[in-house]
């Protein structure tokens, strides 16, 4: 069955950087987009980043662009958010996700960004 699991989150200060990785499993990983989404407290999941099977495509949502990479290793099963110049409306539970026969999210990681 599809798995997706994130590790990386934690807390950080404002202007402090982070790189989250969601290992996939169950699934042919490279022949699928990519997504990270977050979801702060008493907001809506919003879509952060997504990445083409190949890589070759990148999206990221306007909050982030500049500061977020997203990037795949295919060999590895693995994708990765590199977040830098972190701030506190980063702040929230980010999850990875996949879309194949239907939508499969991963359990999610906290990432806190305050002083």
């Known amino acids: 069955q599809v798995q997706l699991v994130e590790s990386g989150g934690g807390l950080v200060q404002p202007g402090g950087s982070l790189r989250l990785s969601c290992a996939a499993s169950g699934f042919t990983f490279s022949s699928y987009t990519m997504n990270w989404y977050r979801q702060a407290p008493d907001k809506a999941r919003e879509l952060v980043a997504g990445?083409?099977?190949?890589?070759?495509?990148?999206n990221y949502a306007d909050s982030v662009k500049g500061r977020f990479t997203i990037s795949r290793d295919n060999a590895k099963n693995t994708v990765y958010l590199q977040m830098n110049s972190l701030k506190p409306e980063d702040t929230a539970v980010y999850y990875c996700n996949v879309w194949t026969e239907r939508i499969y999210w991963g359990q999610g990681t906290q990432v806190t960004v305050s002083s």
């Open positions: 990445i083409s099977r190949t890589g070759s495509i990148t």
